[in-house]
């Protein structure tokens, strides 16, 4: 299990490699993750569609330019 440094920045590779409005969805169990997500969606300007805390699944979406 990787810590949320980690987490964020294979989320910010796997986003170099999408097209804009493509969805990615990360399964993160690290207490800290909701936050972490959220907080770098709005830094990023990368959405933030679903957040399900129960299973631990966030759906993000490429900023669109």
């Not at 980690?6 to 590779?13: F, K, M």
């Amino acid at each position: 299990e990787k810590g949320c440094s980690h987490l964020l920045e294979d989320i910010t590779d796997a986003m170099k490699d999408m097209a804009p409005g493509q969805t990615l969805l990360v399964i993160a169990h690290d207490p800290a993750a909701p936050l972490d997500i959220k907080v770098w969606s709005r830094q990023t300007s990368n959405l933030l569609l679903y957040v399900n805390l129960s299973d631990d699944h966030f759906l993000l979406q490429k900023k669109v330019s």
